[in-house]
């Protein structure tokens, strides 16, 4: 069955005090090269066999809905064959 | 008249807002089940604060498809007057019923305690009974609690003044000290345009009686009474 494998970011410039508490640490564990960090959602889902335009459309209406909020959250997603996984 | 409870499944301040408004104002008021979809009868209906199934996904996102949703959307379109406290707002924004959305708070902290808030609007049926700019005491009681919206949402709020609430210093100024959330523009509650829905993080249900330190909270209740005697 397929997979898809979702993203939800926080959009640019809203604030992401996880992120950014998450860089301190970095930076204080030595990774002084990493210059930012942005913590957001990733999730699977798997689905009925259906035509990869279905899945697109279905799959799009459900991050508007409900996955994400577009106030706040972009999403993008992929569609991958679960046997191959 | 008549008050209604929305009861969530994770309300937990369902009760509290009962209470005031049964006991302190004297007032009819039901539960309403999350699975209700007949609202009528009804003249005000209170979101409580809580955390509605789990705050999974994100605060509100769930609760806001619950049936009884559709149903405070059909009423508040008619003219209804909806309250959404905390968790309630939440919903209330995740429902597309108020503008803007909520960040996790700036400190990642759980923020229970007193705020400063200072009361920018007083023309809604909500806020009629406090002064202009008048400073009150409300406690909040949140992890994401932190208002967010576009600067062209932002925009529209102030045109339209529907910013009704805003945390302050104790002497009423708007300062990042008197901020506790990092909420852009100290917003901590807004209306809608057409004034008949109030979102706000604080909780004025913790806030109505003397022996809880403030009965600040209480004139939200009394002004929407009030207002609803008057015009029915």
């Known amino acids: ?85 | 008249m008549k008050f209604g409870v929305v009861v969530f499944p994770g309300s937990n301040c369902d009760h509290d807002c009962y209470q005031v408004i049964k006991e302190v104002l004297n007032e009819p008021v039901d539960f309403i089940w999350h699975k209700e979809s007949d609202v009528r009868g009804f003249d005000c209906i209170v979101l409580p604060g809580g955390f509605s199934y789990g705050d999974y996904l994100r605060s509100g996102a769930i609760g806001s498809f619950s049936p009884v949703m559709k149903s405070v959307s059909e009423f508040s379109k008619n003219g209804g007057f909806v309250i959404g406290i905390c968790n309630g707002f939440q919903i209330l924004m995740e429902s597309g019923l108020l503008p803007g959305a909520i960040l996790r708070n700036k400190n990642l902290k759980f923020i229970c305690r007193f705020v400063n808030l200072k009361t920018e609007n007083t023309d809604t049926p909500f806020t009629s009974g406090f002064e202009k700019g008048q400073v009150v005491r409300m406690p909040i009681a949140h992890n994401e609690g932190c208002y967010y919206a576009e600067k062209a949402a932002l925009d529209e709020l102030k045109k339209n003044q529907q910013i009704v609430f805003r945390y302050c210093s104790e002497s009423g100024e708007i300062n990042e000290e008197g901020n506790p959330n990092g909420a852009i523009e100290n917003i901590a509650g807004i209306c809608n345009k057409e004034g008949n829905i109030l979102g706000m993080m604080p909780h004025p249900e913790r806030a109505s009686e003397e022996l809880l330190t403030s009965a600040d909270g209480r004139m939200i209740f009394e002004s929407i009474r009030d207002h609803i005697k008057k015009v029915k």
Do not use: H
Not at chain 1, 22 to 49: C, P, Q
Not at chain 1, 71 to 85: A, G, H, P, R
């Open chain 1, 1 to 85: 069955m397929p997979l898809v494998k979702i993203y939800i970011k926080l959009k640019k410039g809203v604030l992401d005090p996880q992120g950014k508490t998450v860089k301190n640490s970095l930076d204080s564990l030595g990774y002084s090269f990493v210059k930012d960090v942005r913590i957001g959602k990733y999730m699977e889902i798997t689905v009925d066999d259906i035509s990869e335009d279905e899945i697109n459309k279905k799959i799009e209406e459900a991050c508007k809905k409900l996955l994400a909020n577009p106030v706040i959250e972009n999403y993008s997603f992929e569609i991958v064959d679960n046997k191959n996984q």
